[in-house]
């Protein structure tokens, strides 16, 4: 069965420094991947999406993540954390063959704090 | 501006107790999710639905949970009789799959479901 991992369950970053939320998965062919991000009370918006094609994706609010089949990873990065960034991000995929349904399955989440 | 509305966004209710979630997708999305969020389980998905037909409800308690699209505008999520167990936060998504294309799902507010 696919899962998807996030090993950092909570991240304290400063204001303006950069960040790096790791997501893996395991599923036997490569799958859609996903970010998501959910601020406090609130439903989940998406950052980013991998299908396919360049390896290095770009999202919202100035976030990008990088693909790494040998790794089975699905970084998520930003280079410099605003206060507003602080919120729970949530990595997810799904099957990507024919006639999938989008069937989404997430990781845990990594809540992140941003201290000023 | 297009987006998932749920209602409602709060709910209290005595064990025992029916509960109606209700949802409207975006309008010409024909996939729509219920997904459950706790603290102890994560994301969970309970159903979904592709063209107001159910996909899979595998994730859902058939003995209590029911989950309907009566047309394109509404899906439900009912449970019936309610347990303090199901406190927790009802998201609905959409999403328009075309083929196999897979675009992402957009998520509601959710409706946030204490059991007492």
């Known amino acids: 069965a696919q899962s998807v991992t996030q090993p950092d369950i909570h991240i304290t970053v400063s204001e303006g420094a950069s960040l790096e939320l790791r997501c893996n998965y395991s599923?036997?062919?490569?799958?859609?991947l996903f970010w998501y991000v959910q601020s406090p009370g609130q439903g989940l918006q998406l950052l980013l999406k991998?299908?396919?094609?360049?390896?290095l994706v770009q999202g919202i609010k100035g976030f990008e993540a990088e693909f790494k089949r040998s790794q089975s990873s699905f970084n998520l990065r930003k280079p410099s954390v605003h206060w507003s960034d602080a919120a729970e991000y949530f990595c997810?995929?799904?099957?990507?063959?024919?006639?999938?349904?989008?069937?989404?399955?997430f990781g845990t989440g990594t809540r992140l704090q941003v201290t000023l | 501006d297009a987006r998932v509305t749920q209602t409602p966004r709060h709910k209290v209710t005595e064990m025992g107790q029916e509960v109606t979630m209700r949802c409207q997708p975006i309008l010409g999305h024909n996939t729509v999710f219920w997904y459950r969020q706790t603290m102890m389980q994560g994301l969970e998905l309970l159903a979904y639905f592709r063209n107001r037909a159910p996909l899979d409800d595998s994730g859902m308690p058939k003995d209590r949970f029911s989950a309907e699209m009566p047309d394109a505008t509404l899906a439900t999520l009912k449970i019936q009789p309610s347990e303090p167990r199901d406190s927790a936060v009802y998201f609905c998504a959409s999403g328009l799959v075309l083929g196999q294309q897979n675009n992402e799902q957009f998520f509601g507010p959710g409706t946030r479901l204490t059991v007492l």
């Open positions: 991998y299908f396919s094609g360049d390896t």
């Open positions: 997810a995929v799904v099957p990507a063959r024919a006639g999938t349904a989008s069937k989404l399955t």
């Open positions: 599923y036997g062919a490569t799958p859609y």
